[in-house]
Nanobody, 119 residues
Framework: QVQLVESGGGLVQAGGSLRLSCAASGRTFSGYFMGWFRQAPGKEREFVARINWSNGVPYYADSVKGRFTISRDNAKNSVYLEMNSLKVEETAVYYC????????????WGQGTQVTVSS
């Protein structure tokens, strides 16, 4: 059974930093993108960043470029999201997800971790 488990969320002041982790299990993710999404209250889920599991190439939403860094550790089967200069409006539940590179559907999701940025 494929499982993604996020951790590392919490409360941080605006301008601060957090590092989210996503532990993956149940399969190898070669040939997959691993991604981070977020959903703020009353808003739709939005893409934040993704990484090619095989070669480590990242891709970011414009809103987080230069502040967030996605990375992966193949040995630990884990993906990370380093978030710096956090803004109040980035308060949301952050989700880890996976999809095959040749698919457009993110078909595996974690349960989410809450990030709250205070002013």
């Amino acid at each position: 059974q494929v499982q993604l488990v996020e951790s590392g969320g919490g409360l941080v002041q605006a301008g601060g930093s957090l590092r989210l982790s996503c532990a993956a299990s149940g399969r190898t993710f070669s040939g997959y993108f691993m991604g981070w999404f977020r959903q703020a209250p009353g808003k739709e889920r939005e893409f934040v960043a993704r990484i090619n599991w095989s070669n480590g190439v990242p891709y970011y939403a414009d809103s987080v470029k230069g502040r967030f860094t996605i990375s992966r550790d193949n040995a630990k089967n884990s993906v990370y999201l380093e978030m710096n200069s956090l803004k109040v409006e980035e308060t949301a539940v952050y989700y880890c997800a996976a999809r095959p590179i040749l698919s457009t559907v993110w078909n595996t999701w974690g349960q989410g971790t809450q990030v709250t940025v205070s002013s």
